[in-house]
């Protein structure tokens, strides 16, 4: 795991998209089946959108039909931190990528394989780095 990130509310607006920045720092959500990524069957390896660390990969990506990018579990449980979420009279599981903080969505309890998880997460927090399959 690489080392905290720590940026300034200015220096965050500067690295990343107006639409970044309102879901990774302010923890917002995109509208269901209009992320980049919910139905992408690209292989690779998806990363903070934030800071690039590696949190997902392909092969624990599954189509749940909620339209955002669904995965069953992390590359490594300490590269994600969960939050209580009570917002908007509901309770939820947030989840945030432990080196820079920035909110990817939540975790239910309602996956289809057998971790039984289902990571929902916003497309604008993760980019996709594709698997060269050349070198496969």
């Known amino acids: 795991m690489s ?6 509310d200015q220096e965050w607006r500067e690295r990343l ?19 980049e990524y919910w139905n992408t069957k690209t292989p690779g390896t998806y990363v903070c959108a934030g800071c690039g660390e590696p949190l997902f990969t392909s ?24 939050h209580d979420d009570r917002s ?3 309770r939820r599981t ?11 969505g939540h975790v239910f ?3 289809p394989t057998e971790t039984g998880l289902r990571y929902c997460i916003n497309s604008v927090s993760i980019s996709l780095r594709p698997t060269d399959e050349r070198s496969s």
């Open 3 to 8: 080392e905290q990130v720590e940026l300034s």
């Open 59 to 82: 092969a624990s990506k599954f189509d749940s039909g909620c339209g955002w990018p669904s995965f069953d579990r992390p590359m490594e449980e300490s590269l994600i931190d969960e």
């Open 88 to 90: 908007y009279g509901m």
């Open 109 to 111: 309890p309602d996956g």
């Open 17 to 35: 998209t107006p639409e970044q920045y309102q879901v990774l720092r302010e923890k917002g959500t995109e509208r269901a089946f209009t992320g």
């Open 94 to 104: 947030e989840v945030t990528c432990h080196r820079c903080g920035g909110h990817l």
